[in-house]
């Protein structure tokens, strides 16, 4: 979808000035708004298709991540990341994996699939769960194996309904876990990271939009100066959201911004049950019914287990 961070600096550096976490929340409500409504901006940029789109959308990013990166004197961070080799490995294969994601998010939002797209988002979670499991060999409590056991018959009930699996939800889905994983595993800041990953794509994507100018088939300049503009500002749509996530990500606690992340999904479903008109026969309903009962059991067990952890009294070092 968007490039969105999988985790953040908790929010204890604000403590619990109230307006801070006000301001905290609306921010991160912003920001996942803003994502929620990616499915409105890249319909208005036909006719470019969605690889062109994708290669604008590298581009610009690039350009805005590198100004933002030298107006927030952070060109020192990315210095740091370029001599690290671990980081730049685990970094190139984040800029794979991320541009796999927006390429398919790109193609489903402009071919009729936004709650395709939206289911994807909305499996995400259990998604980076089973990730946890098979990669970092997390053990699981019995709630959370209740949702992913949900989930999977989801998709086998969604499956059976499109006639084919739903692949557009299940690579955006899989692809974010990944990046997030990998995000993890790197250790380093958002926007230091997100500048990285466009310049590593950066080459890839002007070559096939030089490619596009050579052969005539460019959109960019053919389709008038508002066409040009909204594509240049592919950069801003990616940046804004995440300056956002970032802030408010030091303002208030994870397990709100956990709870904010099912916002972009929500109105993406929105967006194309009511804007799109998609269609949302009985089955597919019962499948994505399935989905949100797997999030509400895994959204009251990780809130269960926060409070319980919080509860449990402290044994003094040394004591029995």
């Given at each position: 979808m968007t490039g969105i961070p999988r985790t953040a600096p908790d929010a204890s550096a604000a403590g619990t000035d109230p307006v801070e976490l006000r301001r905290g929340f609306l921010l991160g409500l912003a920001a996942y708004a803003m994502w929620?409504?990616?499915?409105?901006?890249?319909?208005l940029l036909a006719?470019?298709?969605?690889?062109?789109?994708l290669a604008h959308r590298v581009l610009w990013s690039a350009l805005t991540m590198v100004l933002l990166l030298v107006g927030l004197r952070k060109v020192s961070s990315l210095r740091r990341i370029l001599r690290d080799r671990r980081q730049v490995g685990l970094l190139l294969v984040a800029a794979c994996v991320i541009a796999v994601n927006w390429g398919v998010f790109i193609w489903g939002t402009t071919n009729g699939r936004v709650i395709e797209v939206s289911l994807g988002y909305f499996i995400n979670p259990l998604v980076t769960v089973l990730i946890g499991v098979l990669v970092l060999r997390e053990r699981l409590r019995s709630l959370q194996w209740a949702a992913?056991?949900?989930?999977?018959?989801a998709v086998l009930l969604l499956t059976l309904d499109y006639g084919r699996p739903p692949w557009v939800s299940l690579t955006l889905a899989c692809s974010?876990?990944?990046?997030?994983?990998?995000?993890?595993?790197?250790?380093v800041g958002a926007i230091e990271g997100l500048t990285f990953e466009s310049l590593a794509l950066a080459p890839l994507a002007g070559g096939y939009v030089g490619w596009l100018v050579i052969t005539g088939a460019s959109t960019f300049g053919t389709?008038?100066?508002?066409?040009?503009?909204?594509l240049a500002s592919a950069g801003l749509v990616t940046a804004v959201p995440l300056l956002c996530f970032g802030a408010a990500a030091t303002r208030v606690p994870l397990v709100t911004i956990g709870l904010l992340q099912y916002v972009a999904p929500t109105l993406q479903f929105l967006l194309g049950l009511f804007v799109f008109g998609e269609d949302m026969?009985?089955?597919?309903?019962?499948?994505f019914g399935l989905v949100w009962l797997a999030l509400v059991l895994l959204t009251a067990e990780t809130l269960g287990h926060r409070?319980?952890?919080?509860?449990?009294p402290v044994v003094p070092e040394g004591s029995c």
């Amino acid at each position: 979808m968007t490039g969105i961070p999988r985790t953040a600096p908790d929010a204890s550096a604000a403590g619990t000035d109230p307006v801070e976490l006000r301001r905290g929340f609306l921010l991160g409500l912003a920001a996942y708004a803003m994502w929620g409504a990616f499915p409105l901006y890249f319909p208005l940029l036909a006719p470019a298709g969605a690889v062109e789109l994708l290669a604008h959308r590298v581009l610009w990013s690039a350009l805005t991540m590198v100004l933002l990166l030298v107006g927030l004197r952070k060109v020192s961070s990315l210095r740091r990341i370029l001599r690290d080799r671990r980081q730049v490995g685990l970094l190139l294969v984040a800029a794979c994996v991320i541009a796999v994601n927006w390429g398919v998010f790109i193609w489903g939002t402009t071919n009729g699939r936004v709650i395709e797209v939206s289911l994807g988002y909305f499996i995400n979670p259990l998604v980076t769960v089973l990730i946890g499991v098979l990669v970092l060999r997390e053990r699981l409590r019995s709630l959370q194996w209740a949702a992913l056991a949900f989930a999977g018959v989801a998709v086998l009930l969604l499956t059976l309904d499109y006639g084919r699996p739903p692949w557009v939800s299940l690579t955006l889905a899989c692809s974010f876990g990944t990046y997030g994983l990998v995000r993890k595993l790197a250790g380093v800041g958002a926007i230091e990271g997100l500048t990285f990953e466009s310049l590593a794509l950066a080459p890839l994507a002007g070559g096939y939009v030089g490619w596009l100018v050579i052969t005539g088939a460019s959109t960019f300049g053919t389709e008038g100066p508002v066409h040009a503009l909204l594509l240049a500002s592919a950069g801003l749509v990616t940046a804004v959201p995440l300056l956002c996530f970032g802030a408010a990500a030091t303002r208030v606690p994870l397990v709100t911004i956990g709870l904010l992340q099912y916002v972009a999904p929500t109105l993406q479903f929105l967006l194309g049950l009511f804007v799109f008109g998609e269609d949302m026969p009985a089955e597919r309903w019962i499948g994505f019914g399935l989905v949100w009962l797997a999030l509400v059991l895994l959204t009251a067990e990780t809130l269960g287990h926060r409070h319980r952890s919080r509860r449990r009294p402290v044994v003094p070092e040394g004591s029995c």
